[in-house]
Nanobody
Framework: QVQLVESGGGLVQPGGSLRLSCAAS????????MGWYRQAPGKQRDLVAT???????NYGDSVKGRFTISRDNAKNTVYLQMNSLKPEDTAVYYC????????WGQGTQVTVSS
């Protein structure tokens, strides 16, 4: 069993930056692929980024070049650095852990607005 707690969301102006954190507990963090997904009102949940236990990352097309995912296995934490934020990045951002079974955090709201 894995528990995930996101933090770092909030309100930011277009062009600004935010860093999301996801703290994991309850299992062996280093063996899991970790990821961030987001869901805007009325839309499906979409991939933002994933990072494997070996450090290989993958990004959704809409965030490539602006967002960076990283992980610190010693702290059981995965991060999402978001730069050059746009209003269309507004969504609830969910942390994900998977190793066969998928686990989700409760989500953190990110709002990009002037």
């Amino acid at each position: 069993q894995v528990q995930l707690v996101e933090s770092g969301g909030g309100l930011v102006q277009p062009g600004g930056s935010l860093r999301l954190s996801c703290a994991a507990s309850g299992s062996i963090f280093s063996g899991y692929t970790m990821g961030w997904y987001r869901q805007a009102p009325g839309k499906q949940r979409d991939l933002v980024a994933t990072i494997t236990s070996g450090g290989s990352s993958n990004y959704g097309d809409s965030v490539k070049g602006r967002f960076t995912i990283s992980r610190d296995n010693a702290k059981n934490t995965v991060y999402l650095q978001m730069n050059s934020l746009k209003p269309e990045d507004t969504a609830v951002y969910y942390c994900n852990a998977r190793r066969g079974t998928w686990y989700w955090g409760q989500g953190t709201q990110v709002t990009v607005s002037s």
